[in-house]
């Protein structure tokens, strides 16, 4: 399964982007997909998850009420709708699939993952 994530850019904070994430998967609709980032000396971290047939959603802390993963199986695509960008979002963003129903929140329970794209937040 190949991902390939897309959308990022330099964004003002408050601003908004959309990110994202289009899969090669045969059975798209099989696979758990889900949003990590990861900053600059930092280690990735979790930022959302939306199960096969989107709907369910999880969503770290600090972006919920913030962000909105979603998925279109048609499509073989998941995207993120970034908005209230804050500086402290800044971080490169991977898309990832997990096989399965579960969600999870540690990295190595996803199998597949995409190239990163950045996102940058200027103050």
């Known amino acids: 399964v190949q991902l390939q994530a897309s959308g990022g850019g330099l964004a003002q904070a408050g601003g908004s982007l959309r990110l994202s994430c289009a899969t090669s998967?045969?059975?798209?609709?099989?696979?758990?997909m889900a949003w990590f980032r990861q900053a600059p000396g930092k280690e990735r971290e979790f930022v959302a998850h939306?199960?096969?047939?989107?709907?369910?959603?999880y969503y770290a802390d600090s972006v919920k009420g913030r962000f909105t993963i979603w998925r279109d199986n048609a499509r073989n695509t998941v995207y993120l709708q970034m908005n209230s960008l804050k500086p402290e979002d800044t971080a490169v963003y991977f898309c990832?699939?997990?096989?399965?129903?579960?969600?999870?929140?540690?990295?190595?329970?996803?199998?597949?993952w995409g190239q990163g794209t950045h996102v940058t937040v200027s103050s």
């Open positions: 990832a699939a997990r096989a399965g129903s579960g969600y999870s929140t540690t990295t190595y329970a996803y199998l597949f």
């Open positions: 998967a045969r059975t798209f609709s099989a696979y758990g």
């Open positions: 939306v199960i096969w047939d989107g709907t369910v959603t």
